[in-house]
C-alpha cells in the first residue's frame, strides 16, 4: 500500500480505466464490505452551480450551533484535504491515508474511480470520527453518483442547467431527472430551482419524497441590508445577508435555511446560529476578491449559468478602471456560453492553454472570443502563470484582474500569488 498521501492519491487515478463511470454497483459493494452505515443525519447537495456555496452555509450554521460537522466536496483548488472537513478543519494526511487504506483492504478486485474511493474513505473517516452531521456534495448528476449510496435526511437540489452533458443529457429535462434521484420516499426534497423540468417533480412525487419548492414552500425577500426567509416550518426575518458576493447567493442561501428547518426536530438551533453562519461563511474561488492593485478576483465559474453569475457581480461591483480577464478551461465544457456571457464585461482577455489532458487550447478560447468579444483585446499564452503575468503587467492600479473558467484557472492562480503581483508591482 501507499505511505504518504501523494502516494494515495497516484494510486487512486490508476484504478479505474475511466475517471468518470457513473454507477452505484461497485461502490455499493465496498460500501458493504466496510459496513458504512452513519447513524449521523447526512445532507445531501445537488445542483449544476450553487451546491458548494449551500454546503459550506450549511457546515457554518451547524458548526455556529456547536454541532460536531462533517463536509465533503469536490473538486479541491489546492489541497486534496480541502474535500475532506471536520469541525471546519481540513482532515490530516495521516487519517486520509488510514481511511484509504481501510477501502482498500476491502475493496478486492473489484474498481473504483478516485471519486467513488475518495467518498468511501471520506464517510469511514466521518464514522470515525462522531460527528453529529455530514453534508455532502454530490459529483456529478445525482442518481449514479456514489454519494447517493447513503441515505440522506434531507436532499438538495440548488440549480438546474445545461453542465456534463456528455453524461447526463442535452437539456434540462434529462440533467433534471438524474439531479432529482438523491430524493427519497418522506424525505425532505429541497428544490432552489425557481422553475425546475417537470422531471424534478415527477421524480419527487414517484418516489414519495416530501419536495419544498422555492417560490412555494419556501422563499425570500430582501430589503437593503437585510433578508427575510419564509418556509411552512419557519419564519426568520431581518437576516444579514450571507458573506458570499452575488445577489443569486440568497437563493442558495434559503435552501440551506429550508434544509435546516426540515430537520429542526434532529438537530434543532437557535435564529442566532443561523445569523451567525452566514456572516462568518467563506468559500474560496466563488467571487473571491484579493487584496491589493491591480484588484484580483478569482471564480471558478466554468458554464454559462455560473458565468451570468460572475458577469452580474462584476456589473455590481464598481470600480474605475478596466476589466482584464485570465481565462482558461476544459474543453468539453461550453465555450462560447461562457464567453458570451462575459463578453460585455471584460476589456482584455489573457487566455491560456490549460495543463490538463480534457483542457482547452488557447486558440480555441481566442476564436470563441472572436465571435463575441469583437473590440476587446485578446491574447494568448501557452500557461494561465504566464497571462496572469502578462495581465499584472498590463494593468494599473484602478484596473481588475478577473481569472475564471475552470477550477484549475483558479488553483493555478492561487499558486502564484502573492509573489506575483508583488513582483510586477512592489506591492
Partial sequence: ????????????????????????????????????????????????NGKGSTCAMLERIYLEAGYRVACYTSPHLLRYNERVRVDGLEVSDADLCAAFAAVEQVRGATPLTYFEFGTLAAMEHFIQSGVDVAILEVGLGGRLD?????????AVITSIDLDHMDYLGNSRESIGREKAGIYRKGVPAVCGEPQPPATVTDRAREVGADLRQIGQDFGFTFQEETWDFFSSCQSLPGLPPPALNGSFQLGNAACA???????????????????????????SGRFQVCDGKPQLILDVAHNPHAAKGLAENLRRSPHAGRTLAVFAMLGDKDIAGVAAALAGEVDAWFVADISQPRGAGAATLAACLGNVALDAQVQCFGDVAAALHQACLSAGENDRIAAFGSFYTVADVMRELPTKRERVHGN
Fill in 1 to 48: 500500500m501507499p505511505t504518504d498521501l501523494s502516494g494515495w492519491l497516484c494510486y487512486l487515478e490508476q484504478l479505474h480505466p475511466k475517471s468518470i463511470a457513473l454507477g452505484l454497483e461497485r461502490v455499493g459493494q465496498v460500501r458493504d464490505r466496510l459496513g458504512l452505515t452513519p447513524a449521523f443525519p447526512l445532507i445531501t447537495v445537488a445542483g449544476t
Fill in 146 to 154: 456514489a454519494v447517493n449510496i447513503f441515505e440522506p435526511a434531507c
Fill in 257 to 283: 435555511l429550508e434544509a435546516v428547518a426540515s430537520l429542526q426536530t434532529r438537530l434543532p438551533l437557535a435564529p442566532q446560529a443561523i445569523a451567525a453562519g452566514l456572516r462568518q461563511v467563506a468559500l
